[in-house]
């Protein structure tokens, strides 16, 4: 029998907060920021700030859908040698009067002929014959045509006035080329906002040095300023601190200025050299619980003077699977998108595994097919490396301690 693995409807233990409340948590504590005029070229990956109407009706006028023949559709029955008296090409202003057994030769665009009714396209003509200035004198048709046929009429797509692009979508090539054919070359959208990222820990060190003994290099930063930046933030600071207070005091303070939010990774825990925690909390009103999650489990969150500020593991799985589930949702809806969540879907699984029951396990799988498996395989031990090759998160409940193959999985989409 198909199990289903979803996280829907799971409670933590009493002594931590589920993932859900973490998260809603941060959301109640987002107010978007104030949108801006930008120019279409300048707006892509934003949200839309307000609905975005036609000046005028799309199309613009009644137009031809095919390069042949405008006719008058009585005139058009097969075997019919009609008189060539014009061309319309794209963009003419042309409207030439249509007589009995007469036709235009028309582009794909161009104004239909107000004494037209119908357009037939090259292929079901000769395409024309007696040439006379680059223009053919007469066509004959090889299949008749229908009343209106390959004619797009005036508003068919929208009418003046009507919505075109709905407030808080995600402008893409497509909604921004929709909003340029309604009249627009600006367009109102929400804010970027602008983070600021401090990984911390004294053992850390820039990447292409050589480690000593008890150092590792330094990651976080390089994976938390890509994801802000695909997120749609504006990465304003950098910065990696030892476990020092006096100096991660002095690293926040600098920032706060230039930042909507600020990112901490490491030093969230019960540890004795835990200094984020220790500085964050009494100093700056950041509050840190235990989430019923695994990876991810330490996590701070609070407000200083208007900024968010994170405080998420140090441990790079840790850290990437907090900001997916908790600082992008935030990000995104700082800037105003409707959507702020991955889509997930459910998915089989393509064998077994077991996982630790407890905590909602939140594990990088990659698609085999249609199926879903481990990126990696382990005794729960899932390595940054990973996420290199992960195609989405499984999210497994905490009452789970086992997938069997063919169980329906819940996974968000990377």
């Known amino acids: 029998m198909t199990h289903v693995v979803s996280d829907a409807g799971h409670s933590a233990s009493p002594r931590m907060i589920t993932i859900d409340e973490h998260r809603q948590r941060i959301l109640d504590a987002v107010t978007p920021l104030p949108a801006e005029l930008l120019p279409l070229s300048a707006a892509r990956g934003r949200a839309l700030a307000a609905e975005v109407r036609s000046r005028w009706p799309l199309p613009l006028f009644d137009a031809s859908a095919m390069d042949g023949y405008a006719v008058r559709q009585a005139d058009a029955v097969s075997g019919a040698i009609l008189r060539v008296i014009a061309d319309v090409p794209a963009g003419a202003p042309d409207d030439p009067a249509l007589g009995p057994g007469e036709a235009a030769r028309i582009m794909t665009g161009a104004p239909v002929p107000s004494d037209a009714d119908a357009i037939v396209p090259l292929e079901h003509t000769d395409l024309g014959t007696a040439v006379r200035h680059d223009a053919p004198e007469s066509v004959t048709v090889l299949t008749a045509a229908a009343h209106g046929a390959h004619i797009r009429r005036a508003g068919e797509d929208r009418g003046a006035g009507e919505v075109v692009v709905d407030a808080g979508a995600e402008l893409k090539a497509w909604q921004l080329a929709a909003i340029a054919s309604c009249g627009y070359d600006r367009v109102l959208v929400g804010s970027a906002p602008r ?6 820990g004294t053992e850390l060190v820039p990447p292409a040095s050589t480690p000593d003994r008890g150092q590792i ?6 994976l938390l300023a890509a994801a802000v930046a695909d997120a749609g933030g504006n990465v304003t600071a950098v910065r990696s601190v030892p476990d020092d207070p006096a100096l991660l005091r002095r690293t926040v303070q600098g920032v706060l200025d ?7 990774t490491g030093g969230a825990s019960v540890g004795a050299f835990d200094v984020v925690k220790a500085v964050m909390g009494p ?3 950041i509050r840190f619980d235990s989430v019923s999650m695994q990876p991810g489990k330490p996590q701070g969150f609070g407000l200083h003077h208007g900024a968010l500020v994170f ?4 441990s790079p799985l840790g850290m990437a699977v907090s900001f997916e589930v908790f600082v992008r949702p935030a990000l995104r ?3 105003g998108h409707r959507d702020v969540e991955r889509r997930r879907s459910m998915m089989p699984a393509s064998g077994s595994w ?3 029951a407890g905590k909602t396990q939140l594990l990088p799988v990659v698609f085999d097919g249609d199926r879903v498996e481990p990126a990696t395989q382990g005794n729960g031990f899932h390595p940054i490396s990973s996420l290199a090759v992960a195609d989405a998160l499984a999210i497994i409940p905490a009452d789970v301690d086992a997938v069997l193959e ?7 989409l990377l």
């Open 354 to 356: 077991r996982v630790r």
């Open 217 to 222: 290099p330094e990651s976080n930063s390089v």
């Open 333 to 335: 809806a700082l800037a």
């Open 311 to 314: 405080c998420l593991p140090g």
């Open 283 to 285: 100093e700056y009103g």
């Open 406 to 412: 063919g169980d329906l999985v819940s996974v968000m």
């Open 258 to 264: 230039v930042a909507d939010v600020v990112i901490l």
């Open 195 to 200: 983070v600021a990222v401090i990984s911390t």
